[in-house]
């Protein structure tokens, strides 16, 4: 029993219990047991390696460090019905209007009219002052009445020459025959005069050339005017036209008869019309050229107030139309063939407007790059639609 022990702790210990008293006998060194290798220590080995391996192999299938492709919105060139229109801003107007100004100088001392009044033809806008003219007409008429009289008596004066025959001298006659011719000129004369003062009175007076509204009133009762005043604005309105200008890089574009659209300010609804007069010559200072366009039903609005009007300069059944953004330098655009943006020369009707006809270099089903800022010519790029 005692051997079976001995071995045991030789066994659990390294070295037997009679290694101390046997002085003779080897003592094995003292270490530590090695401890069994754990089997889970290769398994993470080779996990980190077939991670660090798919990493690897993730790089190089991105290739991260390759130019990716710019992502651009595009649209298919088609044919289309197109309108061009010119966008302008005018202002209405009455047809027939006039500034009424004095002939005379003088006092405003009558201005029975306010704006907004509606006058007939001949009725009284305005009196000046005629106190002096008056007197000149009185002053006229009496030297007319002297003439007169005087005519008279060498009429009576002739007459009786006559009547006296062969007992009065030639010369007498003669005499008489002349004064009468000159109290006749004279008469006339002085008629002539009265005349000439009654119309000089009767531009004291002012009176409406036409039928119409009195739009503006610029002056107040007592005020001196003389011809250079301008005393009231009176105007037709039930006839409006809309006048405005056109740039002169269009003024070749635009003619009589071409239909319009006008919305008046306040008005969400439009007009029919169309341009009725252009003029012949171009602005110097402000490089517009005057058109009127007409409406083609009546209308009531106020004069002076802002009207936008489309004007159709023409219209195609079917063209190739591209967005402004879409040109490079004014006379390209891009176009995606093959995943590659291409510079394609193209033709476009200069217009102000957001899209613009093409007259050549695209094709129906061309791939439009729409917003040309930051493409170049070769770039990979990878279509959007919008």
């Known amino acids: 029993m005692a051997a079976a022990e001995d071995e045991k702790t030789r066994n659990n210990n390294g070295f037997s219990p009679q290694s101390e008293a046997s002085p003779g006998a080897r003592v094995p060194a003292l270490r530590p047991a090695q401890p069994a290798p754990a089997r889970t220590s290769r398994f993470w080995v080779w996990a980190a390696v077939a991670l660090i391996g798919l990493v690897i192999a993730a790089i190089a299938t991105s ?110 006659l003669e005499a008489n025959a002349f004064a009468l011719q000159a109290a006749t000129q004279e008469v006339a004369r002085l008629t002539a005069f009265l005349d ?100 083609d039903e009546a209308v009531r609005a106020p004069v002076g107030l802002t009207v936008a009007t489309n004007i159709i300069v023409e219209e195609r059944d079917a063209a190739l139309t591209v967005p402004r953004t879409a040109l490079v330098n004014g006379n390209a655009v891009f176009v995606v063939v093959d995943g590659v943006a291409e510079a394609r020369s193209v033709g476009v009707v200069d217009w102000p407007a957001a899209r613009l006809i093409a007259t050549d270099g695209l094709v129906e089903g061309d791939v439009v790059i729409v917003d040309a800022a930051g493409v170049a010519d070769g770039q990979v790029v990878s279509v959007e639609r919008p």
């Open 63 to 172: 290739q991260f460090w390759a130019p990716r492709p710019t992502p651009v919105i595009v649209e298919i060139a088609e044919r289309a019905p197109v309108t061009r229109v010119l966008a302008v801003n005018g202002r209405i107007a009455a047809v027939h209007s006039v500034d009424v100004s004095p002939t005379v100088s003088g006092t405003l001392v009558e201005l029975p009219v306010a704006e907004g009044d509606v006058v007939e033809t001949d009725q009284v806008l305005a009196q000046v002052d005629a106190a002096a003219q008056n007197a000149a007409v009185r002053q006229a008429m009496a030297a007319l009445d002297a003439a007169i009289v005087a005519q008279q008596q060498a009429s009576e004066d002739y007459d009786r020459a006559l009547s006296l025959g062969g007992t009065i001298a030639r010369t007498t």
């Open 196 to 295: 000439q003062a009654r119309i000089a009175l009767d531009t004291y007076t002012l009176r409406a050339p036409a039928a119409g509204t009195v739009l503006e009133l610029d002056v107040e009762m007592g005020q001196a005017v003389s011809p250079s005043t301008r005393l009231l604005t009176l105007a037709d309105l039930s006839e409006l036209v809309v006048e405005a200008d056109v740039d002169e890089a269009y003024a070749t574009q635009i003619e009589t008869g071409q239909a319009a659209a006008l919305q008046l300010a306040g008005q969400t609804g439009t007009h029919d019309g169309h341009v009725s007069y252009v003029s012949n010559r171009v602005n110097a200072a402000t490089g517009g050229l005057a058109i009127e366009i007409s409406f």
